[in-house]
DNA sequence: CTTGTTATTTGCAATTTGCTATTTGAATGG
DNA sequence: CCATTCAAATAGCAAATTGCAAATAACAAG
């Protein structure tokens, strides 16, 4: 049957966000290759059957291979595919979304990374204008009722850099107090022995979240 | 580079569920070639490039030439991929769900659609099981901000028959009166001419959604 | 020690939700 | 033709949740 026979392109490519000035970034990769050589893209790659036992497992491949990086969550967040979207013929993406704290991106020598707020990232090859918009609105929705945006934090944080996460994350700001009540009786997060302090002010305590993966509740924050 | 000349397999999926007894059902279907010829599984088939513009028009075809379906809602549930889930080499399957009324099922000619409770829908081939879990899951919370479950009905219907499809799909009863109250603050359905008798008591008054497609809401049900 | 600043807690008021009782509309049967 | 029965639809109130704002705590700087 001709059409066991011509098989489409397979990609991931990988959205990441981060957190800068309170407001989500997101972090994007100049391409080496044509198409598109040196503009920015999201870091993606092609699906290597004979090495990946899963696009998964690709999408880990493709942040450790070209970004250097080891993500805490990495989750599917839809595929895209059609003839139009990449020159090279018909193709499917299997796109990923991961949260990172800016320090990891900022962290690493990785100079070919870019962090860009959501405004500027526009205009991107392929239909990755498109990809971005997705995993934006799956994060904004997935924030709502889980654990989602304490990734965007390092592994210790305080309650007010939780809740900005969270604001950040939802785009709407959030009662403080009704914040905390609820954030406590999710169970969500745990004491660690340590405090920040800000300018001149009360030091705020530090906390960890409870369980290593994202949790989802059954009611909203 | 080689990664580029072998391709894997792209096949798309859909779970179609149903209405019954007040139960969600699986519809299946008995598969025609090898592998795994006469079994029961998904609906589903080859994503064809050269007339299919995406995915998903590869599962408007697949539902309508192997199942004469149409449906009102198609949504993406996520890609499932790997080198062990087809016997015929790497694959990966964009899997789809959709919701279908009873009536529409049972009025086809299609005799080789089975209507399965979910208890019973397990054995599957491929990782079918695994798709079908994961769409039962995506329903489950989707149900819960969203107007998906009207989709399990026609598109008229009566608000007692509204309320049953959601506690269907949430797997929980709801109170009745707190029921009305959200469904109508939402302003997700509107009134329709005419009524619905049952045995010897008040008829229902029916209704439609307002919108056609599904939508959600920021609250929860 | 006083002031400024942010963290954290506390105490209602307002809103939402859950539950139960009441009312309504149509069919049934004397 | 009216009383009875059944499920639909509405209404009323108690309990739980949420939003708001004031009060309190901790620390640094002057």
Known sequence: MAAELI???LTVDVVLLTLHDDRIHVVLQAREK???AGRLALVGGYVHPEEDDSTHAAAVRVLRDKAGLSMRVLEQLMTFSGGQRDPRGWSASIAYYTLLPHEDFAARGVTSLKMLPLA???GLPFDHDAIVAAAIE???RRAAYSSLPAFLLPPEFTL???RRAYEAALGRSLNDS???RKIDELRLIEQVAGSVSKAS???AQLFRLAK???VEFDRTV
């Open 120 to 122: 500027e990232a526009k």
């Open 201 to 203: 002010a009360r030091p």
């Open 138 to 140: 799956r994060c904004r």
């Open 160 to 162: 007010p850099e939780l």
């Open 212 to 214: 290593s993966g994202v």
């Open 178 to 180: 009704a914040f905390r």
């Open 7 to 9: 098989r489409p392109i």
């Open 34 to 36: 044509a198409p598109h």
